[in-house]
């Protein structure tokens, strides 16, 4: 592994940092985006961190349940407070 476990999870880490931040950027882009969505994006705020409070270098037996349920719930909040903000 060229980074390895540790390197992994911190650019795993920067990459949902960013991702957070150009999710926020759209709110300043779309211009039918506003409350719901900024409570939406806290929410997967919240997501992101406690996905990656669920993996450890020494412990990586999480990894499922943080990789494709927290992401899936992340991509429900997402797309319903999309919709939600454009339809209302």
């Known amino acids: ?27 300043f882009r779309i211009d039918f985006l506003g409350f719901l969505y900024l409570t939406g994006l806290l929410v997967i705020g919240g997501f992101l961190y406690y996905e990656h409070s669920l993996i450890k270098p020494q412990d990586l037996s999480k990894i499922n349940k943080a990789f494709f349920t927290v992401n899936g719930y992340i991509s429900l909040v997402f797309f319903s407070v999309v919709l939600l903000d454009r339809l209302l």
């Open 1 to 27: 592994m060229k980074f390895g476990i540790e390197g992994a999870i911190i650019i795993s880490r920067l990459f949902h940092l960013l991702t957070f931040f150009f999710l926020l950027l759209l709110l």
